[in-house]
C-alpha cells in the first residue's frame, strides 16, 4: 500500500487509451468496472477532442460479479465490432478487471472476428500509463507491421521516413508534429506514416516501407522502433529536438540518414532563442538556480537548454519515469546533483526546497507546490491541465519550439530591471516586495493595504536543529535583500550560525555569512 494524493501518471490502460484514441480504425474493448469511463474526460475536456474516445467499456457492477463477467466481456466485444466496425481491436483488462481474470484476449479470440485483435497485458500493479502506451504501441506493431516490407530502391527517389510517438494526451504532441514535419519537408524527405497520431491500422502494414524511423518521444516509441530495427533495418533518430542545439543535432542526423545536405535548414538564424538569451536583458538569467522535473524525454530536454542555452544552474533535476532513470541520472551527474527519482510528490516537495530553486520547470504538480512556495514556474511536462492544450500554436520542438521556451520559462521569473527596482524600492507602494508593479491606473491612491509576504517555506529541519533568534534588527537587514534571494539568505545565515553555535543571528552575524558564502 502507498499513501496517494496525487499521481503523476495514469494506470497503464489510460497508456493504451491514448494510442487507441491518437489513430483512426481502431477500436479498444476494456474490461473495467462501472465508473472507468470517467478516462474519456481526459480527452473530450482537458484535450478537447471533439470526439469520444474509441472505447467500450464493460462497466460491470457488483452484482455482475456473481454472474458470469466473463460473457458480459464476450457481449461487449461483439457488439463493439458490429457498431464501429474497426479495422482492428485490442482488448484489455482494466486494475479491477485484472483481478477476476477473465483473460480478455481468450474470451475475444474465441468470437473468431474477421479483423486481427490484439490482447494487451497490463500490469496495472506495477506499471503506468507511459508503460502502457509503449507496450500497447508496440505490440500493434509488432502485430500489424508483418514481418516483409516492400522498399522501393532508394536510387531516384527522395527519402522516406516515419514519425513515430505522437500521441493522444500528449504534451504539445500535436504543434511538435507540425514542426518535425516542416523541418523534414524543408530537408526534402517524405513521411510514410505518422503513427500512432492519425494512423490506422493498414497504416502501421506500411511502416516497413520507409528508410528510417524518428521517434519523437522515446516513452512511447522506443520500444516499437527497436522492433522495426530488428525486423527491417530501420535506423531510428532519437534525439528529442527541444531546444536549438538539439534541434541542430537531430537536422544533422536525420540529414546523415536520408543523404541530404542539412545546410540550407541550419542556416541563417531559424531560431530567435540565441539572440534573445545572449542580448542584454538576459544576463539577470546568468546562474539562475532551476529545479527540473517531469517525464524523461522532457526533463532531460530542459536541463540541456536550461544549462547551454539560458545560463541556468540546474540544481536539482528529476523524472517520475522510473524507466528512463539511468539516462536521467547520467545528466544529473553532468550538473553535479543527484537526480531525483520518484513519483511521490512529497519527494519532489522536499528536493525543490532542498535546493532552494528560483526557478522550477515541472509538471502540473510543481506548479502547485511552487505556487506554495512562492518560486516562480513554468510547465515543460505532463501530467498538464487543460490550460496546456491551448489553442494557439505551441509546440516545444523544432526552432519555433525554442522560442516558446525562452518565452514560457522566462516569463515567470521577473524582468531584471523589475528585480533590481525591487531590491532598491523595497519600501515603496508599487515595488513592495512579492508585488508585480502595476501600471494601470494613476492617479490619487486608495490606501494600500498591508503587502501579503510570501516567504519561502523554510528547509524542513531535523528536530534536534536548534531555532534560530534573528536579531530585529538583522531582521529588518535581511528585508533588504530581494524576496527571490532572501530565502537562501536566511537558510544560509542560519547554516552559518549553527555551524559557530550562535544562538542569536545579527547583523555582524548576516554580513560575515555573506561574505563566507560569497568566498
Ligand atoms: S479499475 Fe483502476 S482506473 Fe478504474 S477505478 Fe479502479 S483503480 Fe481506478
Redesign the pocket.
Known sequence: MQLTLWTYE??P??GAMRIATAMRGLHYVLH??Q??T??DLLFTMIERRDTRPPVTYTTFQARDLGSDTAEIFKTAVADAYERFRPQAMIVGA?????LIQDDPGGLAKALALPIPVIPLELP?YQKKENWGASETFYRLVRALAGSTAEVTPREGRRPLCNILGPTALGFRHRDDLVEIEKLLAALGIDVNVIAPSGASPADLGRLGAADFNVVLYPEVARAAAQHLLKTFGQPMVETVPIGVQATIRFVEEVAKLAGVDPAPVLAGAPSRLPWYSRSVDSTYLTGKRVFIFGDATHALAAARVAATELGFKVVGLGTYTREFAREVRAEAALHGIEATITDDYLDVEAAIQGCQAELVLGTQMERHIAKRLGIPCAVISSPIHVQDFPARHSPQMGFEGANVLFDTWVHPLMMGLEEHLLGMFREDVEFHDGVAPSHLGGGERAPQPEPIRIEPTPVAETPSTPAFVWDPSAEKELKKIPFFVRGKARANTERFARERNLAVVTVETLYDAKSHFGR
Open positions: 495514469g494506470p490502460h489510460i473495467a468496472p465508473g472507468d470517467y478516462a482494466s486494475c479491477t478487471a485484472e496495472a
